[in-house]
């Protein structure tokens, strides 16, 4: 497996390096605003990818934090139980599996250049890559500085570049994963508080959520979901959890992201 070194020193397993320190910038957003974590508390972490939110937590809270992370595409979860299993994380537990609504079996789209694309509900019309160009480059100054030197190129070929890039990420495989949803985890692993339930799923978020039972949701304490807005869906999720008792909600949009549908919601 390819490696690479993340700014707090950590060598990890990866498939794309880039990727990678994207990604470790991203998950540590996930805790902020009225979310607050402690040693001892118990996360979900929906949407694991390789690992990079298991791994900042427990080097975080210096192993003593509780982990359930689910991943259900094969060349991914390979790669997020070797990172486990390199840094001795006693207490994270894995699942090869996609939670949703219900339990079952699923065709994904993999992305292999673009791992954390991989979907239930992948792109399928040209129009959305070229919607995702205009926003990468609009925005590209908030990226990693790793790559962000290339908008000093020229105009043009900065954008064949960046087009050239999406392309090829968006290039998928179908693999057939399993689904299993929040309550039957909860039961089947005696779980009696979830202090924080993230979720970051690309488009799925809502099918996770509906996977939770009446009696389940008294269990979990505060929420942090990336929403893409689709259909209203960040109003949908907001009147959900207001409804399951969370009083305080907070949406945001990173900056990169701006001009997509994709927000962070916390709740709590």
Known sequence: MPETRLSNGMKIFCLQKNEAQLMYKEVQN????????????TVFDVGANIGLFTLWLSQEFNHKINIYAFEPIPDIYAVLNANVKR????????????LSQQAGDVNFTYYPNMTFGSTVYPITEESEINK??????ANFKHFPASISWLRWLPHSLFSRIINYKLTTSFQGQQVHCQLKTISEIISEQQIKKIDLLKVDVEKSEMDVLLGIKDEDWKKIKQVFVEVHDLDFRIDQIS????????????????PA?????????YAW
Do not use: M, W
């Open 30 to 41: 996930y805790v902020k605003h009225g979310i607050a974590l402690e040693a001892g508390d």
């Open 239 to 254: 009147n959900l959890l207001k409804n399951k008792g969370f009083r305080n909600i907070k949406v945001e949009q990173e």
């Open 87 to 98: 840094f001795t994380l006693e207490n994270v537990k894995l699942f090869p599996c996609g």
């Open 257 to 265: 992201l701006n001009g997509s549908d994709i927000f962070s919601l």
């Open 132 to 137: 995702l160009q205009e926003i990468s480059i």
